[in-house]
T-cell receptor
Framework: GQNIDQPTEMTATEGAIVQINCTYQTSGFNGLFWYQQHAGEAPTFLSYNVLDGLEEKGRFSSFLSRSKGYSYLLLKELQMKDSASYLCAVRDNTDKLIFGTGTRLQVFP | DTGVSQDPRHKITKRGQNVTFRCDPISEHNRLYWYRQTLGQGPEFLTYFQNEAQLEKSRLLSDRFSAERPKGSFSTLEIQRTEQGDSAMYLC??????????????FGPGTRLLVL
């Protein structure tokens, strides 16, 4: 079956660092994506990993370990506007995305 | 704005009515995906097209749902005899296979459906 797990909610303070974990078990693997989704809006692409290791894009980094079925999204220097849901998604062997339920992050001043 | 547009943005209908949604992908993208998202959940795959060919349909897609992409550009998703359980956000995404493994899906703003 297809299973993607991530925490439901997280809180953090402005200026801090937060790590959002994602574990997956899917029938195929063609890459892992992270999307940001503000309430009532569409998901926006943040990052993509297909090989093991860390991908860094500004304040956001994403890590992948294929052998462990594990990824994390690291957000540095948190800002209030980072309050959103963060969706972990695996592209399976037919190229569709399988999403987790999302992690709702609240950033406090 | 990702360049993917959807119309309408909101739709309220009565149970039993038919509704149709439209998605216009990024112009050079050959793949178009439909997802459904309910509150507190991640998007769930419904179906997708490569050019005009429908390549996969989810088991979630009952026979009341039909999707088309007649000329390989815009797509429509029709729901017949709507039920209250169809209330959700319907998201469209597009991508280009020219990037190979780097293929990334870009989402439109969604159509929020409420069935009364």
């Amino acid at each position: 079956g297809q299973n993607i797990d991530q925490p439901t909610e997280m809180t953090a303070t402005e200026g801090a660092i937060v790590q959002i974990n994602c574990t997956y078990q899917t029938s195929g693997f063609n890459g892992l994506f992270w999307y940001q989704q503000h309430a009532g809006e569409a998901p926006t692409f943040l990052s993509y990993n297909v090989l093991d290791g860390l991908e860094e894009k500004g304040r956001f980094s994403s890590f992948l370990s294929r052998s462990k079925g594990y990824s994390y999204l690291l957000l540095k220097e948190l800002q209030m506007k980072d309050s959103a849901s963060y969706l972990c998604a695996v592209r399976d062997n037919t190229d569709k995305l399988i999403f987790g339920t999302g992690t709702r992050l609240q950033v406090f001043p | 704005d990702t360049g993917v547009s959807q119309d309408p943005r909101h739709k309220i209908t009565k149970r039993g009515q038919n509704v149709t949604f439209r998605c216009d992908p990024i112009s050079e993208h050959n793949r178009l995906y439909w997802y459904r998202q309910t509150l507190g959940q991640g998007p769930e795959f419904l179906t997708y097209f490569q050019n005009e060919a429908q390549l996969e349909k989810s088991r979630l897609l009952s026979d009341r749902f039909s999707a088309e992409r007649p000329k390989g550009s815009f797509s429509t998703l029709e729901i017949q005899r709507t039920e209250q359980g169809d209330s959700a956000m319907y998201l469209c995404a597009s991508s280009s296979t020219q990037l190979g493994n780097q293929e990334t899906q870009y989402f439109g703003p969604g159509t929020r459906l409420l069935v009364l």
